[in-house]
């Protein structure tokens, strides 16, 4: 239990998203989605066209049913409420991160819908109808010529504008999903000038990218050691616990290479003091939990028991200091909503120590998050 240790718990990794005001959900309907259009559509055509496509979903490991309505402060808190039972304290404050789940038509395309995004989030009831909102996470491609233009333009909007997360992530397997067209992208010479951009605006670097890429950042880390690099979702050992995709995890011994990789990549990437790592997406479909998108972890103690073993090695490479806790919440609520979340972690850390707690759960992010 938290209780006494920290006045609340700080929630790094949530999206808020409204499918009928976002722009990357509409992007396919460009015309019906345009602002000078949009107060002309009624809401049901807008929340009809939102759903429109969502099967595709399933290839980026999302459920649909989560897609179709909005999640916003008041839905989170509602999700929320079970900590104070399972852990004796609420959420204090969130990190929101940016919700592209699909890649982006263009990275034009997607730094503007960043904007729109940004506009939406900081007009939400930030604590009033639930949290307060310590810091956001935007999404953009540091290879476009106006990269740094575009992150001037929304600190110059918000001041909680702390990080950038670009998806680069890619697979050998056909039916995993590639979020970048282009192998190798950190070491291209035009992300690597973007990348200077982002360091000059001391904002944090969000990584999104398989467990077998993660080498890569090594490099990175080097080359830019005052610039914080925050790995999401463990890694993302995609097939770690089960079959995924077309050819992925499908056999034992397939899947203990799998960890072994990831092992011996979050132990090289750990070396970098630079580098931290995000204790989220405990719950994605993309783990190999099964076939299905939604309920396939039974229970917390199945979740403690699968997930824990890659937690600690987490927690021993990084230290208590370079690990921070999200959620993950809408996305991974049909597989393991947050109180499962917490509790599974609580029942793997629990005999960690209390500063493991309290840094995982609140001191480092505000410390990473500048909050």
């Known amino acids: 239990m938290l209780g006494g240790l920290l006045p609340g718990i700080v929630d790094a990794h949530v999206h808020y998203f409204n499918p009928t005001r976002s722009s990357w959900a509409l992007a396919r309907f460009a015309r019906l989605s345009a602002p000078r259009l949009r107060r002309f559509v009624p809401t049901p055509a807008l929340s009809l066209a939102a759903r429109v496509g969502t099967s595709a979903d399933r290839l980026y490991g999302l ?8 999640y916003e402060p008041a839905q989170y808190s509602s999700d929320a409420v079970a900590l104070l039972s399972i852990a004796g304290v609420g959420v204090e404050s969130v990190v929101q991160v940016e919700s592209h789940w699909r890649p982006a038509r263009d990275p034009e395309s997607l730094m503007n819908s960043s904007f729109d995004e940004l506009k939406y989030l900081t007009a939400l009831p930030h604590g009033q109808k639930g949290p307060a909102l310590g810091a956001t ?3 953009a491609d540091p290879r476009h010529p106006l990269f740094g233009a575009a992150l001037d333009r929304q600190l110059a909007y918000s001041d909680r504008v702390r990080a950038v997360r670009f998806k680069w992530a890619r697979h050998a397997d056909p039916e995993l999903p590639d979020w970048c067209d282009e192998p190798d992208v950190v070491a291209s010479t035009s992300f690597l000038k973007g990348f200077e951009e982002l360091a000059e605006r001391d904002l944090a670097f969000v990584s999104v990218a398989y467990s077998h890429q993660l080498g890569q950042l090594d490099m990175l880390a ?3 050691p005052d610039t914080t690099i925050i790995v999401e979702h463990m890694g993302m050992p995609a097939g770690a616990f089960g079959p995924v995709g077309a050819q992925t995890g499908m056999t034992a011994a397939a899947r ?7 092992r011996e990549r979050t132990a090289m990437i750990a070396n970098r ?7 989220s997406g405990l719950g994605l479909a993309l783990l190999g939990y099964g076939r299905e998108t939604s309920g396939t972890i039974a229970s917390r103690a199945v979740l403690a028991d699968m997930a824990g073993p890659l937690v600690l090695h987490l927690v021993d490479r990084f230290g208590p200091d370079r690990v921070i806790f999200g959620s993950d919440s809408p996305v991974d609520r049909p597989n393991s909503p947050i109180g499962m979340t917490v509790g599974a972690l609580l029942d793997v850390l629990g005999d960690r120590g209390d ?5 995982l759960f609140a001191g480092n992010a505000k410390r990473i998050y500048r909050f």
């Open 63 to 70: 459920d649909s049913s989560i897609l179709t309505s909005a």
């Open 137 to 139: 996470v935007t999404a």
């Open 222 to 224: 080097r080359r830019f």
């Open 256 to 262: 203990a290479e799998i960890l072994s990789l990831w």
């Open 273 to 279: 003091p630079n580098v931290v790592v995000k204790v």
């Open 355 to 359: 500063h493991l707690l309290t840094q």
